[in-house]
T-cell receptor
């Protein structure tokens, strides 16, 4: 069974379009995250939700809007896509209590903006 | 803000050689985690270190957490082709976000 799943795996779209990426986890975790990994492999956190509440909101253009309908789902909607948005986007989840606070990553969504 | 620096950025070794990557934080950490990302894959959790001076081993991998809880290292003995990938350290201060280092990309010549 897949622990953290993302759809789609690949997304190719043109500048100016709006797109969404979906994430689901079946681990019973209460915290979910969105990370962006650029071409140099640098992993940068974008957002984090705990029990559907936004707890981390990094300096990200407001064209990016996360939505968490419930603890098991975290979606990312991107408006007016730009070339610089091309990257791999990873969803992750974790428990916030107990140790370790390890994060489980999804397989990633490779977004290419042309 | 909190920064986590990791060196080297790239490392190429012959199969059988040892490999070490180093991680330094600008602030004292409550814990540090290590992840491995295979080419084309996603980061996978390897281990977490919590105590000052802690050393943990996983087969050929040895992880250390510095006495001041500001630095860490991952050492692989006698690398194998299955060790190829990017190794990330990630530091956390209390309940704050996990901050990832830039990663060390390991390639191996068989």
């Amino acid at each position: 069974d897949t622990a953290v799943s993302q759809t789609p795996k690949y997304l190719v779209t043109q500048m100016g379009n709006d797109k969404s990426i979906k994430c689901e986890q079946n681990l019973g975790h209460d915290t979910m995250y969105w990370y962006k990994q650029d071409s140099k492999k640098f992993l940068k956190i974008m957002f984090s939700y705990n029990n559907k509440e936004l707890i981390i909101n990094e300096t990200v253009p407001n064209r990016f809007s996360p939505k968490s309908p419930d603890k098991a789902h975290l979606n990312l909607h991107i408006n007016s896509l730009e070339l610089g948005d091309s990257a791999v986007y990873f969803c992750a989840s974790s428990l916030t209590s107990g140790s370790p606070y390890e994060q489980y990553f999804g397989p990633g969504t490779r977004l290419t903006v042309t | 803000g909190q920064q986590v620096m990791q060196i080297p950025q790239y490392q190429h070794v012959q199969e059988g050689e040892d490999f070490t990557t180093y991680c330094n934080s600008s602030t004292t950490l409550s814990n540090i985690q290590w992840y491995k990302q295979r080419p084309g894959g996603h980061p996978v959790f390897l281990i977490q270190l919590v105590k000052s001076g802690e050393v943990k081993k996983q087969k050929r991998l040895t992880f250390q957490f510095g006495e001041a809880k500001k630095n860490s290292s991952l050492h692989i003995t006698a690398t194998q082709t299955t060790d190829v990938g990017t190794y990330f350290c990630a530091g956390q201060k209390g309940a704050q976000k996990l901050v990832f280092g830039q990663g060390t990309r390991l390639t191996i010549n068989p």
